[in-house]
């Protein structure tokens, strides 16, 4: 279960940041290092899949939805903004904070890569979504049956095919070694101790705010139904798992996909099961 890895990598992270020598610190960091370009090098290429295969297969009104998305994503994002704001400027004020005058000092770490891969990605994120997205659209409005459409959406398709299998024979496989390296690296620098000390109270304010946020969210999709709320929750976790550990919501977006279609599946059972009864 790589939930359980990703934890347990973690663990042994920081128990052996205190432990291991400089040079093997190093060489783990170098290790997730390279491993965070080549995700990079291949970033681009996985957004424009993504995002081309489900618009290109999407009916005519394609384009009405990805409106719509933005939209919605667009309210999501100032309401979440705005809940932020306000929340800190309530709660904030009765934390008292205090200013460590060498707190920049204390992040001058010994530890450097060892090596380290140079791969330019050949386009940028942007030009790949945007790619995706005016691509996928255009290939909307044509009749399936056209053979530019055909040959470009196979082509599409085993692109689609390659990447995620990367990611599940490659990227999933080494995440806990590529956490392991980060991790170990900042126990061995005491940087988690000095945020701390420094940002604790915030921190655990603003997780506070974080998994409240999030389970409203999750309240309100599920229609006030507690219960399923929690089974939703739990049903999205491996997507928060990775999404939390790479910090990336594009690397994380096939297992947020997979995580979606596992609920609305669900729902699609459970919607047959009672219209049979009925």
């Given at each position: 279960q790589l939930p359980v890895q990703l934890v347990l990598s973690i663990t042994l992270a920081f128990v052996l940041g205190q432990l291991l020598d400089v040079f093997y610190v190093s060489l783990f960091y170098s290790i997730s290092s390279s491993f965070i370009s080549a995700l990079i090098f291949i970033l681009p290429f996985m957004i424009f899949s993504f995002i081309f295969q489900a618009l290109a297969n999407s009916p005519r009104g394609a384009l009405s939805l990805v409106l719509l998305i933005f939209v919605g994503v667009t309210i999501s994002?100032?309401?979440?903004?705005?809940?932020?704001?306000?929340?800190?400027?309530?709660?904030?004020?009765?934390?008292?904070?205090?200013?460590?005058?060498?707190?920049?000092?204390?992040?001058?770490?010994?530890?450097?890569?060892?090596?380290?891969?140079?791969?330019?990605?050949?386009?940028?994120?942007?030009?790949?979504?945007?790619?995706?997205?005016?691509?996928?659209i255009a290939m909307s409005f044509l009749n399936e049956t056209q053979p530019t459409k055909i040959f470009i959406q196979k082509w599409a398709g085993l692109l689609n095919r390659m990447i995620t299998r990367f990611l599940q024979k490659v990227f999933m496989p080494l995440l806990p070694l590529y956490l392991f390296g980060f991790c170990l690296k900042l126990s061995y620098d005491h940087v988690l101790i000095h945020l701390f000390e420094q940002f604790g109270k915030v921190f655990v304010l603003s997780m506070g705010l974080v998994f409240s946020y999030l389970f409203l969210l999750y309240l309100i999709g599920s229609y006030g139904n507690v219960k399923k709320a929690f089974a939703n929750i739990g049903?999205?976790?491996?997507?928060?798992?990775?999404?939390?550990?790479?910090?990336?919501?594009?690397?994380?977006?096939?297992?947020?996909?997979?995580?979606?279609?596992k609920i609305t599946q669900d729902r699609r059972g459970l919607y047959a099961r009672n219209h049979e009864h009925d």
């Open positions: 994002n100032c309401l979440a903004l705005m809940t932020g704001y306000l929340y800190g400027q309530t709660f904030l004020p009765y934390f008292s904070f205090t200013h460590s005058p060498d707190f920049i000092d204390k992040f001058t770490s010994q530890v450097e890569l060892l090596f380290s891969f140079h791969l330019t990605p050949l386009i940028g994120t942007e030009k790949a979504l945007l790619l995706g997205l005016s691509g996928g049903s999205m976790f491996p997507a928060g798992v990775m999404g939390f550990s790479t910090m990336s919501s594009a690397i994380t977006m096939p297992f947020t996909i997979d995580c979606v279609e």
